[in-house]
T-cell receptor, first 117, second 112 residues
Framework: GAVVSQHPSWVICKSGTSVKIECRSLDFQATTMFWYRQFPKQSLMLMAT?????????EQGVEKDKFLINHASLTLSTLTVTSAHPEDSSFYIC?????????????FGQGTRLTVV | GESVGLHLPTLSVQEGDNSIINCAYS??????FIWYKQESGKGPQFIID?????DKRQGQRVTVLLNKTVKHLSLQIAATQPGDSAVYFC???????????FGQGTELSVKP
């Protein structure tokens, strides 16, 4: 299957700093990428949908100024957690879908474990 | 987000037995469904998918059943193995915007 690479796999940062997470589709072009957040023993919660070249669409309750998403190319989307606080500690996962094909499977990155101290 | 933030139910089975994992989806406009397997500390891994114009699809050791009347999905794993131990999620894509929304998930534990 297609490969989605997410980096870093884990990060520890101090409260108040910002952290950037990268999501790359390695062998296909992805016009749409999704960003999820997952707390322990819970499901994946969709944070935002990112379309290449346009602004991301955020889910209700997700602060767009805190979770900055950029999808500058067909193979790269980034999530920046700004002014991180301990409650932002979570597992963040991206996924990417084949270019131009809605309604097909999405491929997932390996996730990023963020710990804010 | 639209997924439910409840703690995961668990299913414990004996190695070699068949497993059935159930999922209720929320949106009657969803037209594509996927089952994912997630191991600890990793991203979800695709298992099998099914479109809304089907009610059954089979893969290798896995079968997905779709009941649109009651908005219910199930994943059947034949001859469950210890390596099948993981959390299983169903996900739906609706035909309005194409968002991939995850269901609650079930933690499968296989006893040798």
């Amino acid at each position: 299957g297609a490969v989605v690479s997410q980096h870093p796999s884990w990060v520890i940062c101090k409260s108040g700093t910002s952290v950037k997470i990268e999501c790359r589709s390695l062998d296909f072009q992805a016009t749409t990428m999704f960003w999820y957040r997952q707390f322990p023993k819970q499901s994946l919660m969709l944070m935002a949908t990112s379309n290449e070249g346009s602004k991301a669409t955020y889910e209700q309750g997700v602060e767009k100024d805190k979770f900055l998403i950029n999808h500058a190319s067909l193979t790269l989307s980034t999530l920046t957690v700004t002014s991180a606080h301990p409650e932002d500690s979570s597992f963040y996962i991206c996924s990417a879908r084949w270019s131009g094909r809605r309604g097909t499977e999405a491929f997932f990155g390996q996730g990023t474990r963020l710990t804010v101290v | 987000g639209e997924s439910v933030g409840l703690h995961l139910p668990t299913l414990s089975v004996q190695e070699g037995d068949n497993s059935i994992i159930n999922c209720a989806y929320s949106n009657s406009a969803s037209d594509y469904f996927i089952w994912y397997k997630q191991e600890s500390g990793k991203g979800p891994q695709f298992i099998i998918d099914i479109r809304s114009n089907m009610d059954k699809r089979q893969g290798q050791r896995v079968t997905v059943l779709l009941n649109k009347t009651v908005k219910h999905l199930s994943l059947q794993i034949a001859a469950t193995q210890p390596g099948d131990s993981a959390v299983y999620f169903c996900a739906e894509i609706n035909n309005q915007g194409g968002k991939l929304i995850f269901g609650q998930g079930t933690e499968l534990s296989v006893k040798p």
